[in-house]
């Protein structure tokens, strides 16, 4: 019996040992398997490693060029805007027309001292403003009468400034000559917008065609005193604006064909610098009432007449009142190596908007004008006695 359950013993441990080792060999193979899932998973792991740097060098090496070209222009802007000397007065020659007062005068005087030679146009060259520019100035600084309305006296003034330009030629031509005028369009007439239009475009068009050979040969400059009003829709100015943004066009084609020969335009935009330069019209009641026949007076009253009357008279009170900021702008326009194509001169309150304004959508634009108290005011007053 002893011996039996010897036997029995070493019997079962015969069997433990066979089902541990049945046990072992089922799981063998899915110990394999996990095994194999753990190196393939290394393998595929190590593949994408080695594709994703492999798809970084590709984008790397696409991307340099393009960087690459973004840095030069980046560089060529930032030389261009900030890098160069300025221009040397001394030896050049500037011709500015409107300087009788305004911004004219003070360019005029503002280059003189920096060494150009001056040729101030004058439409009064007898008159007080033309004779003070002759005191205040240098010998280098010669009166010109010149009025841009007239064929005889643009081609006189060539004459004058082909007789006596320094060595280095004529620089540049400031087209600064122009009126200012207010009205509604329905109290002006075709002769209002014809006078404003043949001073403030065909003006400036006519000294253009005349004085650019000259430019020309000097590689040098041709700046375009413009407006706000050349792109801002407002009430009462649409005479000057009609001759400002004309202006704007003709100075934006002859910018794109002067880049060819190396001659730079520039448009100076002012904005309300009505005190400082005295160009704005003042007008009575009468001046407005009496031009208008019987329709036109059933529409417009008197009293509306007084209310757009003082709302111009204190929009202009709210502007600059020395002209210091454009002329700084004129001046880099004229001096800078490499001048802008447009001087916005407002102040940094009106600067954000008028840089905005121009991509506004148009219903956007007129809906600004809503806000303020002379448009609910003309609702109410127009076609009331």
Not at 39 to 67: D, K
Not at 313 to 327: E, L, Q, W
Not at 376 to 385: F, H, I, V
């Amino acid at each position: 019996m002893i011996v039996n359950r010897g036997d029995n013993s070493k019997s079962r441990k015969i069997v433990h040992c066979q089902f541990f080792a049945t046990s072992v060999s089922q799981y063998k193979e899915p110990a394999d398997g996990l095994h194999q899932q753990i190196l393939h998973r290394r393998v595929t792991h190590r593949r994408m490693a080695n594709m994703n740097s492999f798809f970084s060098t590709e984008q790397l090496l696409c991307i340099i060029p393009f960087l690459a070209v973004f840095l030069l222009a980046f560089g060529k802007l930032y030389s261009r805007r900030y890098c160069g000397s300025p221009v040397d007065g001394h030896g050049s020659a500037v011709l500015i027309t409107g300087c009788d007062s305004g911004f004219g005068y003070e360019l005029a005087r503002s280059l003189d001292h920096k060494g150009f030679v001056v040729f101030a146009g004058c439409l009064f060259p007898q008159g007080m403003g033309a004779q003070s520019l002759a005191r205040e100035s240098s010998g280098n600084l010669k009166i010109l009468k010149l009025d841009v309305t007239s064929n005889e006296d643009v081609q006189q003034a060539k004459k004058t400034v082909k007789e006596n330009l320094p060595e280095n030629g004529l620089w540049a031509v400031v087209n600064n000559a122009g009126i200012s005028d207010w009205a509604e369009i329905e109290w002006s007439t075709i002769e209002d917008f014809r006078h404003m239009v043949d001073i403030n475009l065909f003006g400036c068009i006519r000294m253009t065609v005349a004085f650019l050979p000259l430019v020309r040969a000097a590689k040098g400059r041709m700046v375009f005193v413009s407006s706000i009003f050349s792109f801002f829709n407002c009430l009462n100015m649409a005479t000057y604006s009609v001759s400002k943004r004309g202006l704007e066009a003709f100075a934006d084609c002859l910018r794109v064909e002067m880049d060819s020969f190396g001659v730079k335009v520039s448009i100076i935009q002012p904005g309300n610098f009505g005190q400082a330069t005295n160009i704005v019209k003042m007008k009575t009641l009468s001046d407005i009432w009496n031009k208008f026949d019987d329709e036109r007076k059933q529409v417009f009253n008197r009293d509306y007449i007084e209310l757009a009357i003082e709302y111009f008279v204190y929009t202009c009170k709210m502007g600059f009142t020395n002209a210091d900021k454009v002329i700084a702008a004129m001046l880099h326009a004229l001096t800078a190596p490499h001048p802008k194509r447009r001087y916005l001169v407002v102040s940094a309150m009106d600067q954000v908007f008028f840089q905005l304004y121009p991509f506004l959508p148009t219903a956007l634009t007129d809906s600004v004008f809503s806000v303020s108290s002379i448009y609910a005011k003309r609702k109410e007053m127009l076609y009331t006695k």
